[in-house]
């Protein structure tokens, strides 16, 4: 691809040198630079690319998209307003706008991302669709896995994988769209088909500051959308909809939406509920199921899925890896692994535990590390009033001193008044679970979820916990 193919689609640019010549690749990182490469230099909240644009050059870079011109380079600089969206625009056009060729489905919100993706995913396979998901867990084409990073990759990465979802003939790309996201324009020149927003519960604010900026962040997703499908019974979910700028299909559980369930029945294996006076079932325990669902079905309303068939399909449909995911262990007591990480998360899923368990709730969670600490003492106080045992211990510590971190949701458990142990080693404070289990009770594992890895000061391991249950019942066999 010529580079003046690019060019001409960014708008108030200003092309120093020539930009009548082909380009290889379009990157962000000066290391990934070869001869015809253009590197975009973004400015960043621990580093500016700008700084990198010598040794972008040096190591083949043939342009250079800027936000201030550098006469000391010698290759062609395009300066632009704004180097993040222009990024964007650039990688669209590079991989030939690949999103026009099939219809994107977007869902934001603090819980419930990862599950509702996957429920649209299903109902629209069982309706005869190819489908491809980016989110959380991971990236899939069909029936093909690839690994995730972030919840939403960055616009280079995004699309490329929206050109091979092109070249895959897929009808529908649904996926998860973080606040980052949509804050560090990630998905800016995106046209989503359908938005949906799930919920806002406290999370990130290390990066939004406020609330009210985390429910802005969330909110751009309607600007792109032809859609929305809004929770109405969360509070910053009807502030979203009232100044929602497309057309907006609410849902509720209360009766206050255009999309309403009643009748809501909760069970250990699932939840019962009616919506126009139909029955539905859906196998994932807790009255956020019956959320997920909602949001879900709004989707693929929206996208006029037969409502037979979107019954039919949810009764099919199957949990979310990490997800209120039951560990298969043939034991008298039941083990729970949760992606909960938000006080929200650890209500929803505690929740829905003791809606079912006929003996004690003992959660095993922590918090994670450089990520919003305002969190972890009303995590630990939830978890302190709604479980009878806490078990804490350390999650992703990451760079910061596991204690340091455990004492301050150490401090919610004890306003609580419940009753806690502290155990650092997560491998140990799910050995000291599992030891103490007894007939009837319910160990929840919360916070890693789909993870398979620990993240340490001391760099990554590997850490499953669905191995480790297996491990430690082995040796007690």
């Given at each position: ?168 003939k897929v009808d529908y790309c649904i996926m998860e769209v973080s606040s980052h ?135 099919s449909a199957s949990g979310v890896k990490g997800r209120a995911e039951i560990v ?36 095993v969670f922590g918090c994670g590390g450089d990520r919003d600490s305002s969190k ?102």
């Amino acid at each position: 691809m010529k580079l003046n193919e690019i060019t001409s689609v960014l708008t108030d640019c200003k092309v120093y040198g020539s930009d009548d010549f082909e380009i290889s690749s379009v990157t962000n990182n000066s290391r990934e630079c070869v001869c015809g490469s253009l590197f975009v230099a973004v400015r960043g909240f621990q580093t500016d690319g700008h700084k990198y644009i010598p040794s972008a050059v040096e190591n083949g870079a043939s342009a250079v998209i800027c936000e201030e011109y550098m006469p000391e380079i010698s290759c062609t600089q395009i300066v632009v307003e704004n180097s993040r969206r222009s990024e964007a625009i650039a990688a669209a056009v590079f991989y030939g706008f690949p999103t026009e060729k099939f219809k994107l489905i977007g869902v934001t919100g603090t819980n419930g991302k990862t599950t509702v993706t996957y429920l649209v995913k299903h109902i629209l396979e069982f309706a005869g669709y190819k489908t491809a998901i980016i989110g959380t867990n991971q990236n899939m084409i069909g029936d093909e896995i690839f690994d995730a990073g972030r919840t939403t990759p960055d616009s280079i990465e995004l699309q490329g994988l929206f050109s091979k979802i092109a070249e895959a003939k897929v009808d529908y790309c649904i996926m998860e769209v973080s606040s980052h996201a949509l804050e560090l324009d990630r998905v800016y020149g995106c046209r989503y088909a359908v938005g949906a927003f799930t919920n806002l519960t406290q999370d990130h604010l290390d990066f939004h500051k406020t609330m009210d900026n985390y429910m802005a962040a969330k909110a751009k997703l309607f600007e792109i959308s032809d859609v929305a499908v809004i929770n109405v019974d969360d509070s910053y979910g009807r502030i979203i909809a009232e100044k929602c700028p497309c057309e907006c299909v609410s849902y509720s559980a209360k009766g206050e939406g255009n999309l309403n369930c009643d009748n809501i029945r909760l069970m250990e294996n699932g939840v019962n509920f009616e919506v126009y006076s139909r029955e539905y079932f859906l196998g994932i325990p807790g009255e956020f199921s019956v959320y997920n669902a909602l949001c879900a079905m709004g989707i693929a309303e929206a996208l006029e899925v037969d409502s037979d068939l979107i019954q039919t399909a949810l009764r099919s449909a199957s949990g979310v890896k990490g997800r209120a995911e039951i560990v298969p262990t043939n034991t008298e007591y039941t083990i729970l692994i949760d992606y909960a990480h938000t006080p929200d998360g650890i209500e929803n899923i505690l929740s829905a535990v003791n809606g079912f368990c006929k003996g004690r709730v003992i959660i095993v969670f922590g918090c994670g590390g450089d990520r919003d600490s305002s969190k972890r003492p009303i995590m630990g106080e939830i978890a302190g009033k709604m479980a009878d045992l806490c078990v804490v211990t350390s999650d992703n510590p990451r760079t910061e001193n596991p204690m340091k971190i455990i004492s301050m949701v150490e401090d919610g458990v004890k306003k609580s008044g419940g009753e806690y142990v502290v155990i650092e080693n997560r491998r140990d404070a799910i050995e000291y679970a599992i030891n103490i289990a007894c007939k009837g009770d319910c160990i929840v594992l919360a916070g890693k979820g789909h993870e398979t890895y620990q993240i340490l000061n001391s760099g990554t391991i590997h850490f499953d916990e669905r191995e480790v249950v297996k491990e430690i019942l082995s040796k007690r066999r």
